[in-house]
């Protein structure tokens, strides 16, 4: 008797000593949406498909575009690499040719609504304040709902509902979303319906 009560105090000792266990790995990442009526979702961790942020910028005779997107893709290994993509942009056409601070970075995904913007570049405008969405299809046709190739539907729209920090050193958050617009290609069009996503954003210098 005194064994077994002596056991499972040491038992019962040894659970209160042991580490906290690690939290898990936040991967739920993906995004949804209708291309002309077909469902397609492309999730982190299903066949073969990542997601992760990255930046582009530019100057020209304007002024810095300041530019943070998301990307989903299969890995360069993939048999299908580069193809059945999306990525997600958000960009602003600044004034001045400061270096925007990571702050002003980390608002570009803030949550509200947006307008669909440009990142074509020219002489003349420097790109469109606003979010554009690039999407390659099976047959590696690029789509984009970028306004200078053509105007968006009085029906499109773009929102973020959640934008939080990380707590990563490799990227700065977790943003979620919801949209709908028209992407072209050569004269083509299609619509991207009921889309929803919920991605890591905003690249961090390593």
Known sequence: MFSAIATALILGSCNKDEDPETPPVDNDFYVSFEADGVEIRFETGVNDYGNGPGRISYLDGVGPLNSQF???????ESADY???????????VKIDSIAPTYQETYQLFETGNYNYGSIIEDSLTGGINGVVIEYVDADSTAWTSDIKVNAQESWASFAITSHEDSGSEQYGAKTSGTFNCRVFNNGNHIDLMNGTFRARTIYKEQ
Not at 82 to 92: A, D, F, P, V, Y
């Open 82 to 92: 580069g193809r059945n993509t999306l990525k997600i942009q958000s960009s602003e």
């Open 70 to 76: 998301t990307y989903f893709s299969t890995s360069p």
